[in-house]
């Protein structure tokens, strides 16, 4: 254990305009290195594979992330085996029908000369889970948790300069574990930090907004430093801050006394002339750069992305961001990238996020668990507000070996390793310490949920903590009431599937601050409407923003005989279907719906798929009636389909070819208006009429038979980076370039160049296939390519082609 060091505070200097004075410093890329590329994997249980000296040559060679879970699965069988799917998979649908199991990783690497004298840390950003870490045969440590950061020191065990050393991880993702599918690996990344002994401690800065105005601002900053040397030194900390704008927005100065084998946490207030603020719509951000001087030379140089801005909650004012009204239009997430799996490769973080804002969503819950740290960054850049979730268990399990398992020993360390990690991010404005807990309501839940917001508080006083409660359909005669005492111990009550309760609450709790930490997408207008009348509720959260794998088929809307319930339908459902968003990034109908409940647009519209005669359609709870925004349906001709229009007017106008089929008038307390339509192919318009004049306007034209490929990549220049990709949309159209929506056409993909085929496939929540062949089907007349750089600059060609059809191509330049 390290003891505590002395600090001796000996100048000061503030100031808005000094020059970085230039030094012989430790660049960002030698203190810390990418540790991603050339490992060695097998899939397999062995023995002794932790060895220095075992034989690994028949290993297969990845770059991390990486998800063997996403992977196909050996002895293919139609019908049972498909891609990584496999009928019997222990984790069933609730993981998409994947596999975990054992898998081992094992990389080789030189000490390099320069690291004479030096501190090596291996950081591993998330791993699934259950991980042992060996160098040469030492064993470093294992960790339980699949969604925390953690580190080690590898210095006592590295071989001496120019010596080969062998890392190896054992990987477990074993038995039933999990409720959604949450891949197996080490699915983000990995890097090593060489530091001198005298160094910035890992996750070591830390800062806050104490007070910002448009003309001011003060913050805080805590700096902790490590002095693993046989030596005292004298030195000075410098922290400099730098704009948006690349100036010098401020400079502190502080003399250091450290003591041998000690460790010392500075304290620095700073002020800052005219910030710019961080917020949702312009997320502007500042750089912290913290460096430790001794003997006049920077041994240690560490920068930190902060944000300047403050949050309030209250039942009265509501949330605040730098004192303005914020309506948190939220999604839940999970932390899959559709066709990726679980690997975290940076530009999927961004574009999922990137997704969301295009769609009005300005804030995210990462149900349920820490999200990756390149998800947060994305969310700083782009104003993306954040609920930062630890657990979706405590003591009580939801499966036999989920993180119940661990908790005791490790929820301490677990929920340090996620707030020291992510508290500098201007995204984070929530903690959340669970999920639906089994006993969030009785005497060891409440000691619980006391602990964890007490550490909480501990480690980051400056934002509120939450926790999402559901009714108790686990405990058969408790009221609602009993969640008072929980509610008594949370900053902000996450209310899942509540709506009902928030006023009454209210009445009984006037301070209360809620949230809605879960809802149904069908019931989007209900909640929101509550948002926008009551300030004491935050904001709600939809389940879910995006299509994830596992929960296979809790959004499904099925035609059957009768009217009955199901949670799940099982085989051959491998995602969620419940999102906004689908698998593969395109908005869903009720995304549709969601812009006019959010005043988005001003219209909308859904024809409903017909109901086969003899049928009723069965709605799931979070599924959604199964419509399209299409008016192309060969063979209903003159028969009658059902038009729904969304619209915040009070009457809408509904016309075909021209002619006008009808008007409704809305109702009050409602958005939609519903027609019955004799199907004839065409221009499908409904109108906005306010004031008798015509407003807003959405249509629908039919398509013709399927005549060629389109290829639309969302961007054809990327970095040459593996962390890059390029997604290509391919869609099926007609002679006028309109998307052929019943279109379910093979596609073939070719590549060329210097990239890969990353992934390909469709939103199809049923047409299970490998995400790894250069063969797909389009569903609803999409699908999906994932281009991905080898790390060279040059061009890479993909084509597709699909018989009868007219090929096409894309180029995208990696530079």
Same mark, same amino acid.
Not at 743 to 751: E, L, N, T, V
């Given at each position: 254990?390290?003891?505590?060091?002395?600090?001796?505070?000996?100048?000061?200097?503030?100031?808005?305009?000094?020059?970085?004075?230039?030094?012989?410093?430790?660049?960002?890329?030698?203190?810390?290195?990418?540790?991603?590329?050339?490992?060695?994997?097998?899939?397999?249980?062995?023995?002794?594979?932790?060895?220095?000296?075992?034989?690994?040559?028949?290993? *297969?060679? +990845?770059? !991390?992330?990486?998800?063997?879970? $996403?992977?196909?699965? &050996?002895?293919?069988?139609?019908?049972?085996? /498909?891609?990584?799917?496999?009928?019997?998979?222990?984790?069933?649908?609730?993981?998409?029908?994947?596999?975990?199991?054992?898998?081992?990783?094992?990389?080789?690497?030189?000490?390099?000369?320069?690291?004479?004298?030096?501190?090596?840390?291996?950081?591993?950003?998330?791993?699934?889970?259950?991980?042992?870490?060996?160098?040469?045969?030492?064993?470093?440590?294992?960790?339980?948790?699949?969604?925390?950061?953690?580190?080690?020191?590898?210095?006592?065990?590295?071989?001496?300069?120019?010596?080969?050393?062998?890392?190896?991880?054992?990987?477990?993702?074993?038995?039933?574990?999990?409720?959604?599918?949450?891949?197996?690996?080490?699915? *983000?990344? +990995?890097? !090593?930090?060489?530091?001198?002994? $005298?160094?910035?401690? &890992?996750?070591?800065?830390?800062?806050?907004? /104490?007070?910002?105005?448009?003309?001011?601002?003060?913050?805080?900053?805590?700096?902790?430093?490590?002095?693993?040397?046989?030596?005292?030194?004298?030195?000075?900390?410098?922290?400099?801050?730098?704009?948006?704008?690349?100036?010098?927005?401020?400079?502190?100065?502080?003399?250091?006394?450290?003591?041998?084998?000690?460790?010392?946490?500075?304290?620095?207030?700073?002020?800052?002339?005219?910030?710019?603020?961080?917020?949702?719509?312009?997320?502007?951000?500042?750089?912290?750069?913290?460096?430790?001087?001794?003997?006049?030379?920077?041994?240690?140089?560490?920068?930190?992305?902060?944000?300047?801005?403050?949050?309030?909650?209250?039942?009265?004012?509501?949330?605040?961001?730098?004192?303005?009204?914020?309506?948190?239009?939220?999604?839940?997430?999970?932390?899959?990238?559709?066709?990726?799996?679980?690997?975290?490769?940076?530009?999927?973080?961004?574009?999922?996020?990137?997704?969301?804002?295009?769609?009005?969503?300005?804030?995210?819950?990462?149900?349920?668990?820490?999200?990756?740290?390149?998800?947060?960054?994305?969310?700083?850049?782009?104003?993306?507000?954040?609920?930062?979730?630890?657990?979706?268990?405590?003591?009580?399990?939801?499966?036999?070996?989920?993180?119940?398992?661990?908790?005791?020993?490790?929820?301490?360390?677990?929920?340090?390793?996620?707030?020291?990690?992510?508290?500098?991010?201007?995204?984070?404005?929530?903690?959340?310490?669970?999920?639906?807990?089994?006993?969030?309501?009785?005497?060891?839940?409440?000691?619980?949920?006391?602990?964890?917001?007490?550490?909480?508080?501990?480690?980051?006083?400056?934002?509120?903590?939450?926790?999402?409660?559901?009714?108790?359909?686990?405990?058969?005669?408790?009221?609602?009431?009993?969640?008072?005492?929980?509610?008594?111990?949370?900053?902000?009550?996450?209310?899942?599937?509540?709506?009902?309760?928030?006023?009454?609450?209210?009445?009984?709790?006037?301070?209360?601050?809620?949230?809605?930490?879960?809802?149904?997408?069908?019931?989007?207008?209900?909640?929101?409407?509550?948002?926008?009348?009551?300030?004491?509720?935050?904001?709600?959260?939809?389940?879910?923003?995006?299509?994830?794998?596992?929960?296979?088929?809790?959004?499904?809307?099925?035609?059957?005989?009768?009217?009955?319930?199901?949670?799940?339908?099982?085989?051959?459902?491998?995602?969620?279907?419940?999102?906004?968003?689908?698998?593969?990034?395109?908005?869903?109908?009720?995304?549709?719906?969601?812009?006019?409940?959010?005043?988005?647009?001003?219209?909308?519209?859904?024809?409903?798929?017909?109901?086969?005669?003899?049928?009723?359609?069965?709605?799931?709870?979070?599924?959604?009636?199964?419509?399209?925004?299409?008016?192309?349906?060969?063979?209903?001709?003159?028969?009658?389909?059902?038009?729904?229009?969304?619209?915040?007017?009070?009457?809408?106008?509904?016309?075909?070819?021209?002619?006008?089929?009808?008007?409704?008038?809305?109702?009050?307390?409602?958005?939609?208006?519903?027609?019955?339509?004799?199907?004839?192919?065409?221009?499908?318009?409904?109108?906005?009429?306010?004031?008798?004049?015509?407003?807003?306007?959405?249509?629908?034209?039919?398509?013709?038979?399927?005549?060629?490929?389109?290829?639309?990549?969302?961007?054809?220049?990327?970095?040459?980076?593996?962390?890059?990709?390029?997604?290509?949309?391919?869609?099926?159209?007609?002679?006028?370039?309109?998307?052929?929506?019943?279109?379910?056409?093979?596609?073939?993909?070719?590549?060329?160049?210097?990239?890969?085929?990353?992934?390909?496939?469709?939103?199809?929540?049923?047409?299970?296939?490998?995400?790894?062949?250069?063969?797909?089907?389009?569903?609803?007349?999409?699908?999906?390519?994932?281009?991905?750089?080898?790390?060279?600059?040059?061009?890479?060609?993909?084509?597709?082609?699909?018989?009868?059809?007219?090929?096409?191509?894309?180029?995208?330049?990696?530079?």
């Amino acid at each position: 254990m390290m003891k505590k060091g002395l600090l001796l505070c000996l100048s000061l200097a503030v100031a808005g305009a000094f020059a970085q004075t230039k030094k012989s410093v430790q660049s960002g890329s030698s203190r810390n290195i990418p540790f991603d590329d050339h490992w060695l994997f097998i899939r397999d249980s062995i023995a002794g594979a932790e060895q220095a000296n075992y034989n690994d040559y028949n290993w *297969r060679k +990845v770059d !991390l992330p990486h998800d063997w879970s $996403i992977e196909d699965l &050996p002895n293919q069988k139609p019908g049972e085996i /498909i891609g990584p799917f496999n009928k019997n998979a222990v984790g069933n649908g609730a993981v998409g029908f994947t596999v975990g199991g054992t898998g081992w990783y094992r990389k080789r690497f030189l000490t390099a000369d320069a690291w004479q004298g030096k501190l090596i840390n291996i950081n591993f950003d998330g791993v699934y889970m259950n991980s042992d870490v060996w160098l040469n045969g030492h064993q470093l440590g294992n960790h339980p948790y699949g969604y925390t950061p953690f580190y080690y020191d590898l210095t006592p065990y590295l071989n001496k300069a120019g010596k080969e050393n062998v890392l190896a991880v054992r990987v477990r993702n074993e038995g039933k574990n999990s409720r959604w599918y949450s891949g197996s690996g080490i699915y *983000r990344h +990995v890097w !090593l930090t060489v530091t001198n002994p $005298i160094h910035i401690a &890992p996750w070591g800065i830390y800062i806050t907004t /104490i007070v910002a105005t448009g003309k001011s601002a003060r913050i805080s900053i805590n700096s902790t430093l490590n002095n693993r040397g046989r030596l005292a030194a004298n030195g000075s900390l410098v922290t400099t801050i730098i704009g948006p704008d690349k100036k010098t927005a401020g400079r502190i100065v502080r003399k250091l006394n450290l003591e041998k084998d000690a460790s010392l946490t500075d304290g620095q207030t700073l002020a800052i002339a005219h910030p710019v603020l961080w917020s949702v719509e312009k997320p502007r951000l500042y750089r912290a750069i913290t460096e430790v001087e001794i003997g006049g030379k920077t041994v240690d140089r560490v920068e930190t992305t902060f944000g300047i801005r403050t949050i309030h909650v209250d039942a009265t004012t509501g949330l605040t961001l730098n004192g303005k009204h914020v309506l948190l239009k939220g999604g839940c997430i999970h932390h899959d990238d559709g066709l990726l799996g679980s690997a975290t490769i940076d530009r999927a973080e961004e574009r999922k996020i990137e997704i969301l804002k295009q769609n009005g969503f300005n804030a995210i819950r990462t149900s349920h668990n820490p999200p990756s740290k390149q998800l947060l960054d994305v969310c700083d850049r782009l104003g993306m507000l954040v609920i930062d979730e630890a657990f979706d268990c405590w003591e009580r399990g939801k499966n036999p070996e989920d993180y119940h398992l661990y908790f005791k020993e490790w929820w301490k360390k677990d929920l340090e390793a996620m707030i020291f990690r992510d508290r500098n991010h201007p995204s984070v404005i929530f903690w959340s310490i669970g999920n639906e807990v089994n006993e969030r309501a009785d005497s060891s839940g409440l000691r619980i949920e006391r602990q964890l917001t007490g550490e909480v508080h501990r480690l980051d006083p400056t934002r509120p903590v939450t926790e999402a409660i559901c009714q108790f359909w686990d405990h058969p005669g408790y009221k609602w009431d009993t969640t008072a005492r929980a509610y008594a111990q949370l900053d902000v009550g996450g209310y899942n599937y509540q709506l009902n309760e928030y006023e009454t609450d209210h009445q009984k709790y006037p301070d209360r601050i809620m949230i809605g930490t879960e809802s149904y997408p069908t019931a989007a207008l209900e909640n929101w409407n509550m948002v926008e009348k009551h300030p004491y509720v935050l904001g709600d959260f939809v389940w879910t923003a995006v299509d994830y794998m596992g929960e296979a088929s809790i959004g499904h809307s099925t035609f059957e005989k009768t009217k009955k319930y199901a949670f799940s339908l099982g085989w051959p459902w491998y995602n969620a279907w419940c999102g906004d968003i689908d698998i593969i990034g395109n908005k869903k109908p009720q995304s549709f719906y969601r812009d006019v409940v959010w005043r988005i647009k001003p219209i909308a519209m859904a024809v409903h798929t017909p109901v086969p005669e003899g049928l009723v359609e069965n709605v799931s709870g979070w599924g959604w009636p199964q419509e399209s925004q299409s008016w192309t349906w060969p063979g209903m001709e003159g028969k009658q389909m059902d038009v729904r229009v969304f619209s915040r007017a009070h009457l809408v106008r509904l016309m075909l070819n021209g002619k006008v089929i009808g008007e409704q008038k809305i109702a009050d307390g409602s958005i939609t208006a519903e027609f019955k339509v004799p199907y004839e192919p065409g221009t499908l318009t409904a109108v906005n009429v306010e004031d008798g004049k015509q407003t807003g306007a959405v249509e629908f034209k039919t398509a013709g038979a399927p005549r060629r490929l389109l290829l639309k990549a969302d961007r054809v220049n990327i970095k040459s980076s593996r962390n890059d990709l390029s997604y290509v949309q391919v869609e099926v159209v007609d002679d006028k370039n309109q998307v052929v929506p019943m279109a379910a056409i093979p596609i073939k993909f070719s590549i060329s160049g210097v990239g890969e085929l990353a992934a390909a496939g469709s939103a199809s929540p049923t047409e299970l296939a490998s995400f790894h062949s250069s063969e797909t089907k389009t569903f609803e007349g999409r699908c999906l390519a994932i281009v991905r750089p080898k790390g060279k600059a040059g061009k890479i060609i993909l084509k597709a082609t699909a018989d009868g059809m007219a090929p096409a191509e894309v180029v995208i330049t990696t530079r």
